[in-house]
């Protein structure tokens, strides 16, 4: 990975060395961040002593220049460093925000300069297409034959769209039935130029979709349950958070354990036990439960056919059932195995 690194740094400093007043090469290392922070218009400018608009001028001027030079092959550095992104982003589906290309290329975490020579060599290379960030794309790129700026985004604006309508998260497949890429792959690198999409646990879906993007606490336990798709205790809830994808999953037992008991989302069903209120649960004691049950049923239930229905909505013991029946202030013993609800009659 470091020769990649060295090649990239090559390509760099051969393209800059194309331009030759000092004064128009720090415009470029500026604007893009080569050194250091990304610098506006207003900041150069006042380093430089020139206006604005001059700064915007020369920026443009240069990059066309550079374009040019690229183009003819007289940067001999870049063809290495174009082979190496190229090789990268069709690896990973022909395009890729600039963050997860740079760590890629460079096998670990990248630096802003280093993510910023990469923008800077894709947005001079015919190869290669720039997609720039704003407040619906992220910073990306892309191999040119997947098409120029606009298009690109307009395939990512296709695929949000999609999502939109189906008014829920998707996985690939089922956004692959309704586009036409060589390989789901591609679907996945292009939805993620989207700032207004989020991915989990293989779903595809709007970023303020909790389920795709979880931001509190009750929403990563909601996308636990329903990922393991049955009760679990606070405990092993506590542990999946830990375990998981989120971005945010330092929390505490207790903060899970207080969100279990705040949320009407969440259904106790034993000791330490919830369940999701979606999955046919309701609140209550094993009191409330059986007086349920008992007037969904309006006839007297035996104590056999007590426990089965308790058990489908409560994880407790029999025994724990069986003392719930004895309230004689609830319940009245019909025969010698059956129960009624007592009668509210005078």
């Given at each position: 990975?470091?020769?990649?690194?060295?090649?990239?740094?090559?390509a760099?400093?051969?393209s800059?060395?194309?331009?030759?007043?000092?004064?128009?090469?720090?415009i470029?290392?500026?604007?893009?961040?080569?050194?250091?922070?990304?610098?506006?218009?207003?900041?150069?400018?006042?380093?430089?002593?020139?206006?604005?608009?001059?700064?915007?001028?020369?920026?443009?001027?240069?990059?066309?220049?550079?374009?040019?030079?690229?183009?003819?092959?007289?940067?001999?550095?870049?063809?290495?460093?174009?082979?190496?992104?190229?090789?990268?982003l069709?690896?990973?589906?022909?395009?890729?925000?600039?963050?997860?290309?740079?760590?890629?290329?460079?096998?670990?975490?990248?630096?802003n300069p280093?993510?910023?020579?990469?923008?800077?060599?894709?947005?001079?290379?015919?190869?290669?297409?720039?997609?720039?960030?704003?407040?619906?794309?992220?910073?990306?790129?892309?191999?040119?034959?997947?098409?120029?700026?606009?298009?690109?985004?307009?395939?990512?604006?296709?695929?949000?769209?999609?999502?939109?309508?189906?008014k829920?998260?998707?996985?690939?497949?089922?956004?692959?039935?309704?586009l036409?890429?060589?390989?789901p792959?591609?679907?996945?690198?292009?939805?993620?130029?989207?700032?207004?999409?989020?991915?989990?646990?293989?779903?595809?879906?709007?970023?303020?979709?909790?389920?795709?993007?979880?931001?509190?606490?009750?929403?990563?336990?909601?996308?636990?349950?329903?990922?393991?798709?049955?009760?679990?205790?606070?405990?092993?809830?506590a542990?999946?958070?830990?375990?998981?994808?989120?971005?945010?999953?330092?929390?505490t037992t207790?903060?899970i354990?207080?969100?279990?008991?705040?949320?009407?989302?969440?259904?106790?069903i034993?000791?330490?036990?919830?369940?999701?209120?979606?999955?046919?649960?309701?609140?209550?004691?094993?009191?409330?439960?059986?007086?349920?049950?008992l007037?969904?049923y309006?006839?007297p239930l035996?104590?056999?056919?007590?426990?089965?229905?308790?058990?489908?909505?409560?994880?407790?013991?029999?025994?724990?059932?069986?003392?719930?029946?004895?309230?004689?202030?609830?319940?009245e013993?019909?025969?010698?195995?059956?129960?009624r609800?007592?009668?509210?009659?005078?």
């Open positions: 990975m470091e020769q990649n690194a060295d090649i990239i740094a090559r760099i400093n051969g800059l060395q194309i331009i030759e007043q000092d004064r128009e090469r720090q470029v290392e500026k604007r893009f961040g080569l050194k250091g922070q990304k610098e506006t218009l207003e900041q150069i400018g006042e380093t430089l002593s020139v206006t604005r608009e001059r700064v915007r001028q020369l920026e443009k001027v240069i990059l066309v220049r550079l374009r040019v030079a690229a183009r003819e092959g007289k940067i001999p550095e870049l063809a290495q460093a174009e082979k190496i992104i190229i090789r990268n069709a690896e990973i589906g022909r395009v890729a925000r600039v963050n997860s290309l740079a760590d890629k290329i460079y096998g670990r975490s990248t630096t280093e993510k910023a020579g990469l923008t800077f060599l894709g947005d001079i290379s015919s190869a290669l297409t720039v997609v720039s960030e704003n407040d619906k794309y992220n910073s990306a790129i892309a191999i040119s034959d997947a098409g120029d700026e606009k298009q690109i985004r307009a395939k990512v604006d296709e695929i949000v769209s999609i999502i939109k309508s189906n829920a998260p998707m996985t690939l497949d089922e956004l692959d039935m309704k036409s890429y060589e390989h792959s591609q679907i996945s690198a292009t939805a993620s130029v989207s700032k207004l999409l989020s991915t989990l646990n293989g779903l595809w879906g709007l970023s303020k979709w909790p389920t795709v993007n979880p931001k509190n606490i009750r929403d990563k336990i909601y996308v636990i349950l329903e990922t393991k798709k049955q009760p679990m205790h606070f405990n092993d809830i542990t999946a958070i830990a375990e998981s994808n989120f971005k945010r999953k330092n929390v207790q903060a354990h207080n969100e279990l008991i705040k949320d009407p989302r969440f259904v106790l034993g000791r330490g036990i919830y369940a999701l209120d979606t999955w046919g649960y309701k609140k209550g004691t094993v009191s409330d439960i059986i007086i349920g049950i007037k969904s309006d006839r035996s104590r056999e056919e007590i426990v089965a229905e308790v058990l489908k909505s409560r994880k407790v013991k029999e025994t724990t059932i069986l003392l719930n029946l004895q309230n004689k202030k609830l319940f013993r019909v025969d010698k195995n059956s129960y609800l007592v009668s509210t009659k005078n």
